[in-house]
């Protein structure tokens, strides 16, 4: 599962030809979640408060790139790096 980001602990992934809806996966301190593109909102899986809204705040700023790397992904193209939140 290639990385997207990574910043405060926090791991952005992306599966290969996964399923609808467009959604990306975070893995912080042994819990994990899933999140869809749009709209922004938790489909599964559970994060603290902060973090869940420090994840927020990044893919708020990174729908564009988070939508592309979905598209290429279902491709199973490269997927491209977004930068991390600071």
């Known amino acids: ?6 910043f405060f602990g926090i791991v952005i992934t992306m599966h290969y030809e996964d399923h ?12 994990k ?25 990044w893919a708020a700023k990174h729908p564009l790139e988070l939508q592309e790397n979905w598209e290429r992904a279902r491709r199973l193209g490269k997927l491209k790096r977004i930068a991390p939140l600071e």
Do not use: C, D, N
Request: no cysteine; glycine share 6%; net charge positive.
């Open 20 to 31: 609808a809806p467009p959604h990306f996966h975070v893995r912080y301190a042994g819990r």
């Open 33 to 57: 979640a899933s999140l869809s593109i749009q709209p922004l909102e938790l489909l599964t899986g559970r994060l603290p408060p902060r973090v869940l809204g420090l994840v927020i705040e």
């Open 1 to 6: 599962m290639p990385e997207l980001s990574r």
